[in-house]
Antibody, heavy 116, light 111 residues
Framework: QVQVVQSGAEVKRPGSSVRVSCEAS??????ISWVRQAPGQGLEWMGRIIPFFGLRNLAQTFQDRVTITAGTSANTFYMDLSNLRSEDTALYFCATENSHYTILNWGQGTLVTVSS | NFMLTQPHSLSASPGRTVTLSCTASGGNIVDNYVQWYHQRPGGAPTTVIYEDDRRPSGVPGRFSGSIDSSSNSASLTISGLQTDDEGDYYC??????????FGGGTTLTVL
């Protein structure tokens, strides 16, 4: 089974940007999705990257603020969220997808806190 | 717009069988695969059912998934309930563009 490990917690000021990283290892996958969860709320999909084809899909809500990229080392991926506001305080998850876009393996989550 | 609706909460006794529902609107449930995720408090989600009715390795056979086209819904059935099964369960599917949509989640209490 693929292991997914994410970077550590971040505290950011409003208006700044944050980068969360994710490394997937130990198996095969086709894509990487990013999902966030605000405190006490449900899961919200942000977007995905399919690295072999260089394809990216973003949820409409995040079209203008999220960038998803692949790193130079294999199986490392990044999610950049810009113009942070307090409502962006959440747990951010990275997860692997198979060829059917099915999410299978989840990272442990990265807490991003936006506070002045 | 495509949406998935789940009951907010459910409770059942240990050893019993429970069925969680997930009703689609704005699209047909049969058009795309449905997944189910389990999340314990403070933890990351884990996939318990994928592609409608498939179980990842390590997920016990007590978990099963199904699709009902007549009610445009998906179901997750858990038999032989254990206290460890408590937590939030989210269904998930896609719109025609393969954007991911989650249901609001059902909190399962085993008592």
């Amino acid at each position: 089974q693929v292991q997914v490990v994410q970077s550590g917690a971040e505290v950011k000021r409003p208006g700044s940007s944050v980068r969360v990283s994710c490394e997937a290892s130990g198996g095969s996958f086709t894509g990487i999705s990013w999902v966030r969860q605000a405190p006490g709320q449900g899961l919200e999909w942000m977007g995905r990257i399919i690295p072999f084809f260089g394809l990216r899909n973003l949820a409409q809500t995040f079209q203008d603020r999220v960038t998803i990229t692949a790193g130079t080392s294999a199986n490392t991926f990044y999610m950049d969220l810009s113009n942070l506001r307090s409502e962006d305080t959440a747990l951010y998850f990275c997860a692997t997808e198979n060829s059917h876009y099915t999410i299978l393996n989840w990272g442990q989550g990265t807490l991003v806190t936006v506070s002045s | 717009n495509f949406m998935l609706t789940q009951p907010h909460s459910l409770s059942a006794s240990p050893g019993r069988t429970v069925t969680l529902s997930c009703t689609a609107s704005g699209g047909n449930i049969v058009d795309n695969y449905v997944q189910w995720y389990h999340q314990r408090p403070g933890g990351a989600p884990t996939t318990v059912i994928y592609e409608d009715d498939r179980r990842p390795s390590g997920v016990p056979g007590r978990f099963s998934g199904s699709i009902d086209s007549s009610s445009n819904s998906a179901s997750l059935t858990i038999s032989g309930l254990q206290t460890d099964d408590e937590g939030d369960y989210y269904c998930q599917s896609f719109d025609k563009n393969k954007s991911v949509f989650f249901g609001g989640g059902t909190t399962l209490t085993v008592l």
